[in-house]
């Protein structure tokens, strides 16, 4: 059987009840953006005919996301963290603000303070022999494609098992491993020493891959390498860039490469370039160039201060 009620006016009356609409306590903000999820959700329930059984399996899941703390996991899998992406780059093309490096998402992995170095940082601690020895290092410029120095660089990938320290569920990263905050030298470079990451996958049997199982789909990342920059009079820049070769480049789960963040890795096993780095074998190079955008009347349009997470 198939009904309609959407349209009935007191459904219509009953949704601006839900949203508060009627009173005059509250968030005017909070209110308009209810209402208007709560009317898509109501009209997806009768277009679809979402049977009661559908929607209480969807709140039983919505219970075990938040319970795994995973509603940041399963956003970038829906494609909402890139479209957030791809909505700045329309309001900066619609201002004339070109990004020479472009955005992509954050990720839910995040951790603020990381320990601080100028110019050059070893991100790993040695303990994940597995790994490819990584230098990688270029120049920030500012809004003038000039040198920056002084600018925040702030790194952060997992190991070769794909886990991220703080997020490791083995336990066996310490606090901050392969996670550096790097102030560029006085000519605007920055430098790092680390190993190569593996692909990220979300956590097996997790609600987050149950739902994208559902859809067909795995959730798995090609190796990637995170960054923010910041600088003063600059606005911050959320990246990443992708590990050149890696089959899964373009088949990323949470949709965050995109062109110019596929730098290219040259393997280097020169006795010079190795003494050059204090290594003592070969060793992939990569070399990255970030370009910073200006402030927008002063102030950064962009910020996204909400999403800072403390260390633990
Ligand atoms: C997720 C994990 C990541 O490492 C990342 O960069 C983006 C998303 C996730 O689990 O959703
Ligand atoms: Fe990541």
């Given amino acids: 059987m198939t009904v309609k009620i959407f349209d009935r006016p007191d459904v219509q009356e009953f949704l ?3 949203s508060g609409l009627d009173k005059a306590d509250g968030n005017p903000r909070m209110k308009e953006i209810i209402h208007r999820l ?6 997806a329930i009768d277009d679809l005919n979402i049977t009661p059984d559908e929607y209480w399996t969807g709140v039983a899941w919505l219970n075990d996301l938040g319970a795994a703390g995973q509603a940041g996991l399963i956003s970038p899998g829906l494609g909402l963290d890139h479209f957030i992406d ?7 093309a619609a201002m004339g603000i070109d990004n020479p490096t472009p955005r992509t998402i954050e990720g839910p992995l995040y951790v603020a303070g990381a320990p601080e170095s100028t110019g050059f940082a ?3 601690d040695g303990s994940d022999t597995d790994g490819q020895t990584l230098i990688m290092h270029g120049v920030v410029h500012d809004a003038d494609k000039k040198p920056m120095p002084g600018a925040k660089v702030e790194v952060w990938h997992c190991d070769t098992r794909g886990f991220y320290s703080h997020f490791d569920p083995t336990g066996k990263q310490a606090p901050f491993n392969m996670r550096r905050t790097i102030i560029a030298d006085e ?3 920055y430098k790092f020493q680390s190993i190569l990451p593996s692909g990220y996958g979300v956590p097996p049997g997790s609600p987050t891959e149950h739902l994208l199982s559902a859809l067909g789909r795995h959730g798995q990342r090609p190796a990637h390498i995170h960054f923010f920059i910041s600088a003063p009079g600059h606005r911050k820049l959320t990246t990443q860039i992708n590990i050149e070769g890696d089959p899964l480049i373009n088949d990323d789960f949470a949709y965050a490469t995109r062109d110019g963040l596929v730098p ?23 070399e990255f160039d970030i370009f910073l955008t200006s402030l927008v009347d002063g ?13 633990a």
């Fill in 16 to 18: 601006k009840v839900v």
């Fill in 38 to 43: 709560m009317s898509d959700l109501f009209k």
């Fill in 86 to 92: 791809e909505r700045l780059d329309a309001i900066d």
């Fill in 122 to 124: 070893r991100l790993d």
């Fill in 187 to 189: 000519n605007g470079r």
């Fill in 264 to 286: 290219r890795v040259v393997e280097r096993n020169d006795e010079e370039s190795i003494h050059a780095n204090n290594l003592n074998g070969p060793f992939a190079e990569i």
């Fill in 299 to 311: 102030v950064d349009n962009q910020v996204n201060e909400k999403r800072k997470r403390e260390a």
